[in-house]
């Protein structure tokens, strides 16, 4: 750098919506990860000791035996249509009767919501999202300039009358675009919209022409309790509400991250324009994790494995659940949830988890505190506890011992 | 879909900027390709015979043995660092000094693009572009609302001096944020821009703080004349200039476009906040594909391999060259490329691209009409005819024999 230039760093009008973008929390978390002995409450990643190595390693060996170029040439922006229709039959075992052109395999449903908002929200538009949400949501309308307007959740998700009311309330010129949700074992809260709120949810979105994003990486993930229908499926009952709701569905926590493979289901109109939005995003979703994708779905492991994963979540949340019940009762209370890999938790007297965390790092336990998950204001007491990347019971148990001690050293 | 309600397709106001986007005549072209005998000159796509296909699986297999976790699991939004460092050394290669930070790795080097625009282009912005130019940048540029400004090209690519007085006589409220272009080997022209209008753009990046975005896939490919550096590498030498540049690369055209795989080199600034970006785009670019890659790099074979698609590549442009010497000599003039893919040619005339294609396709041959490359004032007796994907010489002989025919049927 020279002295007599000026650098673009320095002058350079960037477009930069927010001041500190969530998410960074978590991210300051993540030098602590490899810290020896470290036990984390913190990922949201699955579970690596879970995925179905040697099948998708056969997956990713038969496809490209198989046709090579397909693995290795551009494919359809759509997605290559043989896993189009393994995802359509996928989508046929949770209730929702789609074709495969109403489907476009994303590179991860993360890229859904960002084909979604390119092509509906302009800068200073409304979208409404639950909360607390998903940081990488919040983060993507933020820099997309959307002014978001937080929906309250309880112990079931969105409160729909809450939520009914919030809208008759609204200015009529601000007419939300999208409502974000993740309705089932949602993230950070675990909690699952019941049927009757998905019902309202739908009508909702028509009533008040927003489209509905039902984002659901976790549904498979059920340990107890009865299988609720996506909103997806059950507005195909609802006169006029089918093409109000946008569905994202994921490998992400079934099979693996890795391959980045993702999906929307949406209107014709609607995934019209996102697929002219993927063109210009990357093309088309990497053909080679594609084919993996397609072969592996194709040898029907899934069926098989994804009890795997539930089982060992479920003994998980089990074992952190029963710790603590044993470790902390007067100071952490906690949502019961029915799948999924979060349990969202809250220090009682209003302790900050923020505050405690740093003691919690000093005895070598992390967990996200709340306020990654919040638009406005947070509950600077509540937590994220993970119990999906935990290795086994007993460290489970170890890390609440720990949390424990971090509460003990106030 | 109910007749009392009111479908999303119907009502929703979408934004959508753009009543035709750029790329569909390319689309349209896409369901002859199928049409047996048919010859292409129309595809973008690499040669699929030119794949190393037994060197890219070793490499895939390699990955996958000596770390599954690291292909399935979540990887840093940055890419993971041992395959920026092989990109790093890829760039040494090719002039341009930089260390790992300074890149990203990205979904196809397609992303970059449309990283580069969530941050910079706010929807009324004005951008510069050369014209003709590469369809899915105006199209995402059009995506975000731009305003895009045509900048005039040679057979040298970019006017410099014609750009200067434009800027100059530019209302100075309309900032241009950003200048794309492909200065190697380019598409759709074939142009490559000299050393003294490298350096001359670098400088007017800097005084008109324009963001100056050198998109280089074809680089590598050079089968005449000497290389040229990138803009980027000159950059270093131009006081102030460097953080003016943003450098995309990729592995499309000289290992696979099935991987995906991309990256982008540019200041700290920049970069640090297209990383926020990518996080909200695909959280990271799939670490099957880039573990891949890396291995794929770390064997050493592109060193190789690259030779065997440019001797290829020059085949097929002197069949292409001779054959429209031969057989159309009164009727096309082109511009001589030194490398790339793509000859840029029109119609003597002033016969229109498009009504000839008509009977070319008759014929069973097709070329891209030139209008899909312009932002405004198209030459519509422009073409561009594609030798890469062309599987051999005699196929070239065949296909530009029938241009004649069609060019005859008039």
């Known amino acids: 750098m020279t002295t007599n230039a000026t650098a673009a760093s320095d002058l350079y009008d960037f477009t930069e919506p927010f001041k500190a973008p969530q998410g960074s929390a978590i991210r300051e978390l993540f030098k602590y990860l490899a810290r020896p002995g470290m036990i984390s409450f913190a990922g949201g990643y699955p579970s690596k000791d879970l995925f179905d190595r040697a099948g998708i390693r056969r997956a990713m060996e038969e496809a490209y035996r198989a046709d090579p170029i397909a693995c290795l040439q551009y494919g359809d922006t759509a997605g290559a249509p043989a896993l189009r229709r393994a995802i359509v039959r996928l989508m046929n075992d949770r209730s929702v009767a789609r074709e495969i052109d109403d489907l476009i395999v994303t590179t991860g449903s993360q890229q859904g919501l960002d084909l979604l908002i390119k092509i509906l929200v302009a800068p200073g538009d409304a979208v409404l999202i639950e909360e607390p949400a998903y940081p990488a949501a919040i983060q993507a309308l933020r820099l997309a300039g959307a002014k978001l307007i937080p929906v309250r959740t309880d112990t079931q998700g969105i409160d729909v009358d809450a939520l009914t009311e919030q809208l008759e309330a609204l200015d009529p010129a601000v007419r939300p675009k999208l409502l974000y949700t993740v309705p089932t074992f949602a993230n950070p809260t675990g909690t699952t919209l019941p049927v009757e709120r998905r019902e309202a949810l739908a009508r909702l979105a028509m009533r008040f022409r927003f489209v509905l994003i039902e984002d659901d990486p976790y549904g498979e993930l059920r340990f107890t309790g009865d299988p609720v229908k996506p909103i997806i499926a059950l507005a195909d009952a609802i006169p006029g509400a089918r093409d109000w709701v946008v569905y994202f569905g994921s490998l992400s926590k079934i099979v693996a991250p890795g391959l980045r493979i993702g999906w929307s ?146």
């Open 265 to 410: 289901i949406a209107s014709p109109a609607i995934t019209r324009r996102m697929l002219v939005a993927k063109q210009t995003s990357d093309l088309c979703t990497s053909p080679l994790a594609q084919e993996t994708a397609r072969f592996y779905l194709e040898s029907g492991r899934l069926a098989e494995h994804v009890p795997v994963i539930v089982q060992a979540y479920k003994k998980r949340y089990e074992a952190l659940s029963s710790a603590l019940r044993q470790f902390v009762p007067d100071d952490i209370e906690y949502v019961v949830p029915q799948g999924g890999m979060f349990v969202w938790a809250r220090l009682k007297g209003d302790r900050l988890a923020a505050d405690v965390l740093k003691r919690a790092i000093e005895q070598n336990v992390i967990y996200v505190p709340g306020p990654a998950f919040y638009v406005h204001n947070a509950d600077e007491s509540s937590m994220r506890l993970s119990f999906a990347a935990a290795p086994g019971e007993a460290e489970v148990f170890e890390g609440v011992r720990r949390l424990k001690l971090a509460l003990a050293s106030r």
